[in-house]
Structures are given as C-alpha cells and as structure tokens.
C-alpha cells in the first residue's frame, strides 16, 4: 500500500515522531529485514583491517562530533 504523505508539511516534533514510529515498526518485523551480501564482505573487510592493526579507530564521543560537523 503506498500513501502519498507531505513531510514537508509536517513540523520538526511531528517528523521526529513518524522516524521514531517507522523505526519501531522495522525493529518489530527485524526478521524480515535481509542485508545485502556486500554489507557482510564490508564488515569482514572492516573487522580484517581492526585485528591486523590497520584501522583507524575512534572514540564515540568523538565520531558524534565528526558527525555532527558534517552537517554544517
């Protein structure tokens, strides 16, 4: 079923609210959600480099500020 919704309308409390309800709706069915192939070659790739010593590593305080500065 596909509905035509305008998100621009809504207000910043009001699309807040719509992820959080589309976040728990897939979380509820996570069953259903299937990765992709290249998502687990990409983690084994990630996890390889980490043990080998090769990975850039960061603190989580510090991947939110990254983060939060790309959005400037």
Same mark, same amino acid.
């Given at each position: 079923?596909?509905?035509? +919704?305008? $998100?621009? *309308? +809504?207000?910043l409390? %009001?699309?807040?609210? +719509?992820? %959080?309800?589309l =976040?728990?709706?897939l979380c509820d069915k996570s %069953?259903? $959600?299937? *990765?992709?192939?290249?998502h687990e070659n990409i983690l084994s790739e990630r996890r390889s480099r980490l043990e080998a010593g090769d990975a850039k $590593?960061?603190? =989580?305080?510090?991947?939110?500020?990254?983060l939060s500065n790309l959005g400037q």
């Open positions: 079923m596909t509905q035509d +919704l305008s $998100v621009e *309308s +809504l207000s409390p %009001e699309k807040l609210q +719509l992820m %959080e309800s =976040w728990r709706s %069953e259903d $959600v299937q *990765s992709p192939d290249w $590593v960061s603190s =989580w305080d510090d991947a939110k500020r990254r």
